[in-house]
């Protein structure tokens, strides 16, 4: 069966998830993801590719990016993961493949959607029982969307920006989002089966009218049709 056709839109943001092999772990160690990073400090600078929310789990990662034109995204997703792979396959004395298969990515919405993502992001150690709450993870970006920590490589979606009146307020009122959420609850579940159904099928997660506005832009259908329960 060939690949679907990547989502590639300038401005318009990207959830991307890169798995490891059959599962296998892709970070062992702290040196692992602060080489990791590096990278992808790197490979975003060079494809100007605008990097608003991350997490680096045991086996994957999720990013929520937005390209400023075409191409580039595949282009920083295949420098990042080839370079990485050299880096892993040498520390620890292997060969062959890392990463199952390319990685899978979905169209973003503005507003609530892109937010939704923010969090669904940022709170994956909490659903995985890896800690009990986003900000005792270090491998992610939500110290610094949430409580200001400085970063010169992270860039707020324009979503981020409407929480509030100023930076302060947005980290405020996305906090409050935060600690809502209730990942163990059937609602999340549904949520989590929307975002995977959506990132394999190379898909759109927004509104109708931002899922038709994608489609006629792409020429191929992204409306899914998921089940209810």
């Known amino acids: 069966m060939p690949n679907r056709k990547r989502n590639d839109v300038p401005g318009i943001a ?12 892709i970070f062992k160690d702290e040196n692992d993801c602060q080489r990791f990073a590096g990278m992808l400090i790197r490979f975003a600078k060079k494809y100007e590719v605008a990097v608003h929310a991350w997490v680096f789990m045991p086996n994957h990662i999720h990013l ?51 937010i939704t993502v923010y969090r669904y992001i940022e709170l994956n150690p909490v659903k995985a029982r890896l800690t009990r709450h986003p900000r ?7 110290r610094h969307n949430a409580e200001g920590l400085f970063s010169k490589f992270l860039q707020p979606h324009k979503a981020f920006l409407q929480l509030g009146r100023n930076p302060i307020e947005c980290r405020q009122n996305y906090r409050k989002l935060v600690n809502a959420t209730k990942v163990h609850s ?15 099928a ?3 997660f927004g509104s109708d009218d931002f899922i038709e506005a994608m489609s006629a832009r792409l020429g191929r259908k992204l409306k899914l049709k998921l089940d209810e329960d």
């Open 136 to 142: 005792s993870w270090h491998w992610s970006s939500y």
């Open 202 to 204: 190379q898909g759109a």
């Open 64 to 114: 929520l990016v937005t390209p400023n034109s075409r191409h580039k995204v595949g282009r920083m997703m295949m420098c990042l993961t080839g370079c990485y792979t050299r880096y892993y396959n040498a520390k620890y004395h292997r060969t062959g493949t890392l990463y199952e298969k390319r990685f899978f990515s979905s169209l973003v919405g503005d507003d609530e959607y892109a």
């Open 186 to 200: 059937r609602e999340y579940r549904k949520l989590l089966n929307t975002l995977r159904a959506t990132q394999l």
């Open 14 to 25: 990207l959830h991307i998830t890169q798995r490891g092999n059959n599962r296998q772990r």
